[in-house]
């Protein structure tokens, strides 16, 4: 049984990673696990994933980067 990880972000998103390999898929080349896979740890973290916190980012830099509304061509002739 390969045994593996749960972290759950305050964002709701979570992410599995591996722990520890078993018997076999240590010594199997590929480390392929043909076993049950076995979940060890649920870890509550207090902050949001990784792609949440860039998506935020991008949000704040495009909102505060100098990017403001109204200027340019809105295409409407009246």
Not at 23 to 39: T, Y
Not at 47 to 76: A, I, L, P, V
């Amino acid at each position: 049984m390969c045994d593996y990880e749960e972290f759950v972000f305050t964002c709701t998103h979570s992410t599995i990673r591996l722990k520890s390999y078993c018997h076999f898929a240590r010594n199997d080349p590929n480390h392929q696990c043909f076993g049950v896979k076995k979940l060890r740890n649920v870890w509550d973290q207090n902050y949001e994933c990784e792609n949440c916190r860039e998506k935020k980012s991008r949000e704040q830099q495009w909102n505060h980067g100098g990017h403001s509304q109204g200027y340019g061509y809105s295409g409407y002739q009246g």
